[in-house]
């Protein structure tokens, strides 16, 4: 996979800029805000070997060299966490969003490195 995107509008990104990165140790990368980043955190607090279950759960969705899966930790409130494959694998990852016309971010993209401009 050459990236991972969330999508927040359908608004065509114009402009982008990056916002940082993530290093990854176990060929899998995420997204979550903070509220699931603390939800998981307390889960993984009581199932040291949470993580995994997952891994099984990312492979029922895999397609040829990667696979993904979003997983709801929360029904009431809809909280979620979208795990990945993360490119290469292991490693350290930029991370940028584009924003459209009016300035709002439309898009959020994780880069894998695989291709070359």
């Known amino acids: 996979m050459a990236c991972a995107t969330i999508v927040f509008s359908t608004n065509a990104a114009v402009r982008w800029e990056f916002c940082g990165g993530y290093g990854v140790d176990s060929g899998t990368g995420c997204y979550m805000d903070v509220k699931a980043a603390k939800l998981l955190e307390k889960r993984m607090e009581r199932e040291p070997n949470y993580f995994m279950k997952l891994i099984p759960e990312m492979e029922k969705q895999q397609v040829n060299t990667w696979s993904w899966l979003n997983l709801r930790l929360e029904e009431a409130s809809g909280l979620n966490v979208v795990w990945f ?21 439309a ?11």
């Open 85 to 105: 494959s993360s490119g290469f694998g292991d490693g350290g990852y930029n991370c940028f969003v584009g924003y459209d016309a009016a300035g709002k971010p």
């Open 107 to 117: 898009k959020l993209i994780t880069d894998f490195g695989i291709l070359n401009p």
